[in-house]
């Protein structure tokens, strides 16, 4: 969001209490924030309280005085990258599925939806979210290409529980930047293996390594946004993904699958591989797992001083991929080295038939296990990319741009 010009446009429902909240956590991205409301949203969150958090004056009435253009509603359109209305009450939604523009909401949404993004985020009762006028209104919106988003269901202001709240922030801020962010992945299929894997011991110890999973879990944020069906395959990691649930069947899919050995991340890979169209390996997959598995807590013996752990080869994921690829597929690879980093990549590009390999390395400050920032070197059979260190969003942003570049331009 840095740098992008928001409209934030508020009706007047309950759950415009949580709007201010969604301004601050857009400014603090780097947003600049511009606000209108009905005048009914006034009755819930205040004016000086949008003014402060925006930095801007409020657009709340079409012919005031203090108004920084004659035609505001025309200004911010011009001035704007997207919009953003939440809550969208049932009213709202009628008047702009009927074309009607009669207060600073509506007049400036009419000037912005055939020009510029918009996401549309409702909240109301759930009687008046399932009157046949107001799924109407929706079916109305979504089908004009807006980015219409569904109702959740839980604890309505009203009393009652049922499909009516607006989704949370987090899932509108990425709601926003999906709908900045062209769709050059939409109609492809990708796959993501992410975290550790853990090698069983005993039924209380195991193998495992210090992957967190940020930077796959980045990639598949990433492509999400760029419109990809998603096939994220991950091990035990505290990551997630933030997801926002759009109004009918307009949306691109995450499908999360859980596993917790090498084996098991093998066995996923190898029964998602066939039906995508690029297969993204950041998984810190175990090389070798333990030959047996004891049935019960291995217990250290009176006077032993050593224990030995025999262990065997796990399956090679991006060997077996690259093996199978189709010429239509691309696979992509990293690889943590400690030394001859650069020779033994390339090597690794070349054995595992990949078509991009990505470089970390240990020794850089900030980069490799844990941290939010990372430091690699993006290798293709032809091209060789060093990318300064950079937060873990920016280089899946960088890994996926060179993947569009090199092999679906």
């Not at 079409?62 to 049932?90: G, K, R």
């Not at 996401?119 to 979210?129: L, W």
């Not at 690794?348 to 939010?372: E, H, P, Q, T």
Request: overall charge negative; some cysteine; hydrophobic content about 40%.
């Amino acid at each position: 969001m840095q740098g992008k010009h928001v409209i934030v446009g508020i009706s007047g429902g309950i759950a415009a209490y949580k709007i201010p909240e969604l301004i601050r956590l857009l400014v603090k991205e780097g947003a600049d924030v511009r606000v209108t409301t009905t005048p009914n949203a006034l009755h819930f969150v205040t004016e000086t309280t949008l003014r402060t958090l925006s930095g801007h004056p409020v657009y709340s009435d079409v012919f005031a005085a203090v108004n920084e253009h004659s035609t505001e509603h025309i200004s911010l359109p011009v001035w704007a990258d997207m919009m953003l209305i939440a809550p969208a009450t049932a009213n709202v939604l009628a008047k702009m599925a009927g074309g009607i523009a009669d207060d600073a909401l509506t007049t400036t949404y009419a000037a912005c939806a055939a020009r510029k993004p918009v996401v549309i985020a409702p909240a109301m009762n759930d009687c008046m979210y399932a009157a046949p006028a107001t799924q109407n209104a929706l079916r109305t919106l979504a089908a004009q290409g807006l980015h219409v988003l569904d109702c959740a269901e839980g604890f309505l202001a009203c009393g009652t529980d049922g499909k009516g709240r607006m989704q949370e922030t987090d899932s509108l801020i990425e709601a926003c930047r999906t709908a900045l962010t062209p769709q050059t992945l939409s109609g492809k299929k990708v796959l993501i293996t992410a975290g550790p894997t853990v090698e069983p011991i005993d039924p209380v110890r195991y193998v495992s390594n210090y992957s967190s999973g940020k930077m796959g879990f980045a990639i598949a944020q990433d492509c999400l946004r760029r419109g990809a069906d998603v096939t994220l395959v991950a091990g035990p990691t505290l990551q997630h993904i933030t997801c926002y649930t759009p109004y009918g069947d307009r949306s691109n899919t995450l499908t999360l699958v859980s596993v917790g050995s090498a084996a098991q991340m093998y066995e996923a890979a190898m029964q998602h591989w066939s039906g995508v169209d690029i297969a993204i390996l950041s998984a810190a997959v175990a090389d070798f797992t333990p030959e047996q598995t004891a049935a019960e807590k291995i217990k250290k013996q009176p006077g032993q001083t050593a224990f030995v752990l025999p262990m065997t080869l796990t399956h090679d994921i991006a060997a077996e991929l690259g093996r199978t690829k189709k010429p239509h597929q691309r696979l992509v690879g990293f690889a943590l080295e400690t030394e001859n980093a650069s020779q033994n990549a390339h090597k690794k590009l070349a054995d595992k038939n990949l078509d991009l390999i990505v470089l970390n390395s240990l020794r850089d400050a900030g980069a490799g296990f844990g941290c939010d920032t990372n430091k690699v070197t993006l290798i293709t059979p032809d091209t060789q990319k060093d990318l300064p260190l950079l937060s873990k969003q920016e280089v899946a942003s960088r890994i996926i741009d060179a993947i569009e570049a090199n092999f679906l331009s």
